[in-house]
């Protein structure tokens, strides 16, 4: 299994352990009364017991950072049933808070993609990556990992995934992104990972070579 959890399985992960809370504590309060049925507490110890043990298999693939990440998650998460127009003032309520900055996904978007070819292509933490700031600021926000499989490796290697980052660049020169300015500061390894050469475009572009 991966690694790192891609969006779903993050949602899918975060069901599994709120609900394996609310059967515990579903547990406690029918242990509080006057004698439960045995065969129907038997079920929900049961129920709990292979939830635990399933969500613990899963965890024994994990990457630790991304098992640190998960556990930072679930403390801000708790299991709530509103009607849906108290729902709705609830997240207004959130996105109106004062020490939160909001950004839109549009936003984020366009802040992403104009940090990446700067800095992920010119890595200098490729062999410490656990120490990247970056790579910390993109989990804690939920950046979702473009290398679910990564073992040892940053799982927002661009390059190490086969991503274009210099095709990336060319579609978002609308963000105020020089790409021959770009080009000039990568070191030599980048500049070749990304299949670059000498010779210039008719547009003064670097070129591609064929691989």
């Known amino acids: 299994m991966n690694t790192y959890f891609s969006k779903n399985e ?8 709120l609900l394996s809370g609310l059967i515990g504590e579903t547990i406690k309060e029918y242990e509080k009364g006057s004698a439960p049925d045995k ?14 043990n399933a969500m613990d298999r899963r965890f024994e693939f994990l990457d630790t950072d991304a098992v640190k990440d998960f556990i930072r998650h679930i403390d801000h998460m708790d299991l709530l049933f509103v009607p849906n127009d108290k729902a709705k003032e609830e997240r207004k309520q959130l996105k109106e808070m004062q020490d939160s900055l909001y950004l839109s996904a549009e936003t984020f978007s366009r802040l992403y993609s104009a940090i990446i070819p700067y800095t992920c292509c010119n890595c200098p933490r490729r ?9 910390e600021i993109f989990m804690e926000v939920g950046v979702h990992p473009i290398d679910h499989q990564a073992n040892d490796t940053c799982q927002f290697d661009y390059l190490a995934a086969g991503i274009d980052l210099m095709e990336w660049a060319r579609q978002n020169l609308q963000n105020g992104i020089d790409l021959d300015d770009w080009a000039k500061q990568l070191p030599k390894k980048s500049r070749e990972a990304l299949g670059e050469t000498k010779e210039k475009t008719p547009q003064g572009r670097p070129s591609r070579r064929s691989k």
């Open 127 to 135: 062999k410490d990556f656990r120490q990247c700031m970056l790579r």
């Open 39 to 52: 065969k129907f507490m038997r079920g929900l110890r049961t129920a709990n017991t292979w939830l635990s």
């Open 10 to 17: 993050k949602i899918l992960m975060t069901r599994l352990m």
